[in-house]
């Protein structure tokens, strides 16, 4: 600011001008801040090189510069050589020499190495005025024996226990001075290092899956603490976290340690679920802590409050994390682990067709139950189901989480009569069993009444109709009746019977045709040998005619030979002689093509004898003579073109 | 003295037949109660046990067989389940539960094997022959292949042309329906006598040949169903519909 003040002196004009040149020239300068550093030096030294097993080392950094603002305590956590038991203590100087000044802040580290040989506090990184300085690395050897006794341990060096308040940092930040209840008793005003520890616990190191896991960080110390803060926000990987929370006052609690008291405060309470087995780590934890500081000058110690700020930090724990039986698991089982009842209540026991009823699934208990997703509730074939509404909620009750989840079906009856809600159960592990459990609730009856606006199924009332759902499939029942049980895997068709019948219809019918076939031929010899025997036939009758010719019997000559015409037709064409007409006489002459001329004189004959026969009058001898030439010679010449 | 020693034999004789007939159900149908018995009361081993000896006196009735698949089912041995579901399947096509018990237990094996799709008429025709047993389908054609033989037997017989024709239409329209019926028959006789199998075994490698020593081509598991093509020195050719197939040891299969 001094710069500045000058600037403006130094420069006559108007005054926005003067505004505007000192705007600009704040504005170029580089990195311009209040307190800001200039060439910082920094330097890290440590009071000794070599160090008894179980003794000390003070690790001291300095920064100087010419101006000096707010300065953070370097990342120590590059040190692994070495346990940090005490610091930083901070403390800071001016001088003003010749018009210059200069100012030096130091943060001191106590430090006791972890293990003997040849150590090394590696290069810390420090953060001055927006720029990174590295410190040199220091090589310390440790060597056995001596070990350092209790009193010894924090045992500031004195070039450090002056200055400024300490600088606690990180997030996370406890509650302040005033909230941390009553202040600490001093217990040994002679000795200036405040004993504090902060330890990490669990109450189990061996556990389940799911299974919950106290984690408790509590802060012994003989001091008064001022303030407190964690170095970085805590992760636990592998587990679920859930904070369990400390009253607003940090409680105390006297303890006795040894001949020593101390003020113990809960800094902490975490309930861990393991997520995965194995081995798990719940990794170390950093506090900053700023006590009050036991000063030697009065005056200070009057009229200020001497602070310092010093860093803890707990061991990492290794838990054990076992897997679920498997063997034994039940087979409605969704991973809940704890302790837990189940209670099932219906808002009313009896309802109507088509009014809703509420039933609330509830499980409760000790544990974790987000991972309980499955809703609990069968599907009802005569109930409509809507997706149940889930709450679930948890609290912490005596460090132990208890877990409660709701499932609040909305059901339709659809159907009316006796139902039941059929028993809910539900399976978790008990850890402390270290087995299955599965808990029941009872059916719930539930009566259902017909619909509101009148008997279910009659004309006009509204029935809303639902498919008929299979709820679950399973293998239809044994069959039952006994009787007649008898060997069923003989095959018809490989009986010989089946064979036998096969066959039948073929060597029947074979027979058939042979006999059928015989009987033709049967029929058509003696068919030829009719028409074989028909011209014999009919000269035969000829004959006889023949004998008759004479007037006396002109009848009976007529007769015969238009028999032997008839007849002879009848022989060749294998018909009755007595149902021949002479119509059909032509049809069968004509069918075997004999010429219409033979046709008409064969007619002509017949016709003629017919006529004679029948004539009141009797013909003369000539005439018969003649008739009878006529029918010699037609049957000549039948037999001639019906044999062609 | 011989007439006591008789007596006291005969006695005898008659307390051991009461005894053997207390103890333990003898004939078929006493076995059939005692396992079903068992069944309702959920001891399925001893269920499958009755069943088995029904079987074991040449009773191969499809009940049996049906009741025997359910206990292995209960029992959870799959492929005894189908094996069992198959035979009586064979026996009574026509069961409904035994259908659906067997689709129920395909559904539960490890292998999906997927048939090649038919068309939808011949569907109709293969699903409704496949409700018919092999007897009913014989019975049918024989009937009609009979009634076929005496028209035919009636129209060499007949005289005159009309009844011919109407005897050569009677007789050529009941031919043809028995030779639908002769390939049903055909299609049945081929479904029972098919050789098939089922896997037995929970899992098993399907080789390349029948020895050890070829390489696994593919893997089946408990219930799958395999077609036997051939058989030599222990081993089985078999394959799936998708037309995979390889070399499975006899004894890690069951011909149904």
């Known amino acids: 600011m001094s710069a500045t003040g000058s600037r403006e002196r130094g420069r006559p004009g108007s005054r926005l001008a003067v505004w505007l040149g000192i705007a600009l020239a704040l504005a170029l300068l580089p990195g311009f801040r209040p307190g800001f550093a200039q060439d910082a030096s920094v330097r890290a030294q440590a009071d000794r090189t070599r160090v008894d097993e179980g003794g000390q080392v003070v690790l001291t950094i300095e920064i100087s510069a010419a101006n000096l603002g707010d300065v953070a305590p370097p990342d120590v956590s590059g040190i692994v050589d070495f346990d940090i038991v005490g610091g930083p203590m901070s403390s800071s100087r001016f001088q003003w020499i010749n018009g210059r000044t200069s100012a030096t802040k130091s943060f001191a580290y106590v430090l006791r190495p972890r293990k003997i040989g040849s150590l090394t506090i590696p290069p810390l990184g420090l953060l001055v005025g927006g720029k990174t300085y590295r410190t040199g690395s220091i090589e310390v050897e440790a060597i056995p024996g001596g070990g350092g006794s209790p009193g010894q341990r924090g045992m500031p060096p004195a070039q450090v226990q002056r200055g400024g308040p300490g600088q606690p940092s990180g997030p996370g930040q406890f509650g302040g001075a005033g909230r941390l209840g009553p202040p600490g008793r001093a217990q040994t005003p002679a000795e200036p290092a405040p004993q504090v520890t902060v330890v990490a616990d669990v109450d189990t190191r061996t556990a389940y899956l799911g299974q919950q896991i106290t984690l408790r960080v509590l802060l012994d110390t003989q001091t008064e603490i001022l303030n407190l803060g964690m170095k970085d926000t805590p992760t636990f990987p592998g587990f679920w976290t859930e904070e369990i929370k400390l009253p607003e006052n940090l409680e105390m609690r006297r303890v006795q340690r040894g001949t020593e008291v101390y003020n113990e405060y809960t800094l902490m309470k975490r309930a861990l679920f393991p997520t995965g087995s194995g081995a798990l780590t719940v990794p170390a934890m950093t506090y900053q802590i700023q006590v009050r500081r036991r000063s030697q000058d009065p005056i200070e110690s009057f009229f200020f409050t001497p602070t310092e700020t010093i860093t803890r930090r707990t061991e990492p724990i290794t838990i054990r994390v076992e897997t679920l039986p498997v063997a034994s698991r039940p087979p409605d089982f969704s991973g809940a682990v704890g302790n837990f009842t189940l209670t099932v209540n219906a808002d009313r026991k009896e309802t109507r067709v088509n009014d809703a009823i509420g039933i609330k699934v509830k499980i409760a208990g000790e544990g974790n139950l987000n991972a309980v997703s499955s809703p609990p509730l069968a599907e009802l074939s005569d109930f409509k189901e809507y997706a149940p509404k889930v709450t679930s909620s948890s609290s912490v009750v005596g460090e132990r989480l208890r877990g409660e989840k709701t499932w609040d079906y909305v059901l339709i009856p659809l159907a009316a009569g006796a139902q039941t809600i059929p028993p809910v159960s539900f399976s978790f592990f008990d850890p402390r069993a270290g087995q299955y459990r599965t808990v029941s609730s009872g059916a719930i009856p539930i009566q259902v009444a017909r619909a509101a606006d009148g008997s279910v199924g009659t004309g006009g009332t509204f029935v809303s109709q639902s498919d008929v759902r299979q709820l679950r499939k399973d293998i239809h029942f044994i069959k039952q009746a006994g009787d007649g049980l008898a060997d069923r895997s003989r095959l018809f068709y490989r009986a010989p019977l089946f064979m036998a019948l096969l066959v039948l219809p073929v060597v029947a019918n074979l027979g058939v045709y042979v006999f059928t076939r015989r009987r033709e031929s049967l029929h058509a010899n003696a068919r030829q040998r009719r028409e074989r025997k028909a011209r014999s036939q009919a000269r035969r009758r000829l004959k006889d005619a023949r004998r008759r010719l004479s007037p006396s019997t002109s009848r009976a000559f007529y007769a015969e030979v238009a028999r032997a015409l008839t007849e002879y037709v009848a022989a060749k064409f294998d018909a009755a002689a007595a149902g021949l007409t002479h119509d059909r006489i032509e049809e069968l002459l004509a069918s075997r093509g004999s010429a219409d001329e033979d046709r008409r004189e064969f007619h002509r004959c017949l016709e003629a004898c017919d006529y004679a026969r029948f004539a009141p009058t009797s013909s003369d001898d000539k005439e018969m003579r003649r008739s009878l030439h006529a029918a010699e010679e037609i049957l000549v010449r039948l037999e001639r073109s019906l044999s062609a | ?256």
């Not at chain 2, 038919?118 to 054609?141: E, Q, T």
């Not at chain 2, 009979?146 to 129209?155: Q, S």
């Not at chain 2, 089946?220 to 078999?238: A, I, K, S, Y």
């Open chain 2, 1 to 256: 003295m011989r007439r006591r020693r008789k007596a006291l034999a005969g006695l005898l004789l008659l307390c051991s037949v009461v005894a053997t007939r207390v103890a333990r159900a003898s004939t078929p149908r006493e076995l059939f109660e005692a396992g079903n018995n068992a069944y309702e009361q959920e001891r399925f081993n001893d269920a499958a046990s009755s069943y088995e000896k029904i079987l074991g006196y040449g009773v191969s009735d499809p009940r049996v067989l049906y009741n025997l698949a359910n206990s292995y089912f209960k029992l959870g041995k799959l492929g005894a389940a189908i094996l069992y579901y198959e035979r009586a399947l064979r026996l009574d096509p026509s069961d409904r539960d035994t259908r659906d018990n067997l689709d129920l237990a395909r559904g539960l094996i490890r292998d999906r094997v997927t048939e090649s799709e038919i068309p939808y008429p011949v569907k109709v025709v293969r699903d409704v022959l496949d409700g018919l047993s092999a007897n009913l389908v014989g019975a049918f054609f024989l009937i009609v292949y009979l009634a076929d033989g005496a028209l035919v037997g009636l129209l060499l017989l007949a005289r005159g042309p009309t009844r011919r024709r109407v005897l050569g239409y009677c007789a050529a329209t009941v031919g043809l329906v028995a030779l639908a019926g002769g390939v049903a028959l055909a299609y049945k006789i081929e479904q029972v006598t098919a050789a098939r199998a089922i896997v037995m075994a929970d899992k098993v490698d399907v080789l390349s040949g029948p020895a050890a020593d070829n390489t696994v081509l593919f893997t089946v598991h408990e219930g799958t169903r395999l077609e036997v093509r051939n058989r030599r020195d222990g081993w089985f050719q078999v394959s799936l519909p998708n037309a995979m197939s390889g070399w499975v040891p006899i004894g890690s299969v069951e011909k149904v």
